[in-house]
């Protein structure tokens, strides 16, 4: 006969507050399960610290893959290969992806330096210094005259040398340890830039500019350093902002068209032009052996301030539109593909894609400084300037 269990027939140890293991006929939890319960206590505790981390890092606009570099906006900051190298009046410091500082060397006031990404010529007055990616010098000498600007490749180191007049100078033009192969002299024109390819041989182009008749005319000489002038052009009607290479070949931009020329200074006229007008190059990178894309913005973003909603790449001799979701104030090209940069918003789209994938962000961009090798950046926020690695 089932019996009737009325609450005056309850335990009476539940409401005494013994414990229920401890009360007659209760059961002892065993050391397993106790063990499982509290490593679930701590795993749940591990997930909330986790996720306040998170939180607190978000909100103060950053993350593992920012990493802020002791430099100012100001400072001359340029990309060396994966690191950063930035000159803040008086000494050169190298800084690596994680904002460790790889190495320094002293300059002075007044320097200035460019870099191939491997190496670095520097100067200041008449001094020039040639270092290596580990910051050691391998020439450091005075030349015969202020150097206005000096370049460097991978073969040969060239500075241009003030002359006694503004369309007079001398191109010297050495080895990495300083050893002479030409003096050129260059009279009646303005030298504006100096750079380095390869066609059956390390040579050497030189951009001018004759500014002594009615407009201006951009020329282009080429050398063989040490043995010959392979070839030279005036641009008529052309102005020349920018030469990159493209298969052995010197493309030139002006305010119109780029155009191609040999290393014996021929214009390329069975490849074409591709027409620019309206837009200027703002990057270039060769993607393997025979792939070269120049990145061109509006001209109309030129001022300081300015943004815009279109990118054109050049891929080869080909142009291809790009339209952006949203303004943005500066773009570049990695190994990856196409970057443009907006206030809190970074767009990207890989090479071959004309639709760009947006990354927001917690925090404000105010401007771009350069691409590094590796996926990364170097940006601007207010007075911070920090390495990022990019969204792909």
């Not at 993350?63 to 100001?74: D, E």
């Not at 191939?116 to 210094?129: I, K, M, P, R, S």
């Not at 052009?233 to 052995?248: A, P």
Request: glycine letters at 10%; a neutral charge; one cysteine or more.
């Amino acid at each position: 006969m089932q019996r009737n269990r009325s609450i005056s027939r309850k335990n009476p140890y539940v409401k005494s507050g013994i414990p229920g293991h401890r009360a007659p006929g209760g059961r002892r939890m065993g050391g397993a399960r106790r063990a499982i319960r509290l490593l679930l206590l701590l795993a749940g505790a591990l997930a909330m610290l986790t996720l306040l981390v998170y939180g607190i890092v978000s909100l103060l606009g950053g993350g593992p893959s920012l990493v802020r570099i002791n430099a100012l906006p100001s400072y001359n900051i340029q990309a060396f290969g994966e690191n950063v190298l930035y000159y803040d009046g008086t000494t050169l410091t190298c800084v690596e992806p994680n904002g460790q500082i790889k190495w320094r060397f002293t300059l002075g006031a007044g320097a200035d330096y460019s870099t191939d990404g491997e190496h670095v010529v520097a100067w200041v007055g008449n001094q020039l210094y040639v270092l290596d990616r580990n910051g050691l010098s391998s020439f450091n000498d005075r030349m015969d005259s202020a150097v206005r600007f000096a370049r460097i490749g991978d073969t040969y180191v060239a500075a241009c040398l003030a002359g006694e007049t503004e369309t007079t100078a001398t191109v010297r033009v050495m080895d990495h340890d300083g050893t002479l192969l030409e003096n050129t002299a260059v009279d009646d024109l303005y030298v504006l830039d100096i750079g380095f390819f390869h066609a059956n041989g390390p040579l050497m182009w030189v951009l001018s500019l004759d500014i002594e008749g009615t407009a201006p005319i951009s020329n282009l000489t080429t050398y063989e350093p040490g043995k010959r002038i392979t070839g030279a052009v005036d641009l008529n009607n052309k102005l020349v902002y920018n030469i990159y290479v493209h298969n052995n070949l010197l493309m030139l931009a002006d305010t119109s068209n780029i155009r191609a020329y040999d290393y014996q200074c021929v214009e390329q006229t069975d490849l074409g032009n591709v027409l620019i007008y309206g837009w200027r190059v703002e990057s270039s990178r060769q993607v393997g052996r025979s792939t070269t894309y120049a990145l061109l913005e509006p001209m109309a973003s030129a001022p300081s301030g300015a943004t815009f909603s279109e990118l054109r790449l050049v891929n080869n001799y080909t142009p291809i539109s790009m339209r952006l979701l949203s303004p943005c104030f500066a773009s570049g090209l990695n190994s990856r593909g196409v970057y443009a940069f907006g206030s809190n918003v970074i767009y990207h789209a890989a090479y071959g894609q004309k639709t760009f994938q947006a990354t927001y962000l917690s925090y404000t961009l105010t401007d771009y400084i350069c691409m590094l090798e590796g996926g990364r950046a170097v940006l601007v926020s207010g007075n911070d300037v920090f390495i990022l690695k990019l969204p792909t």
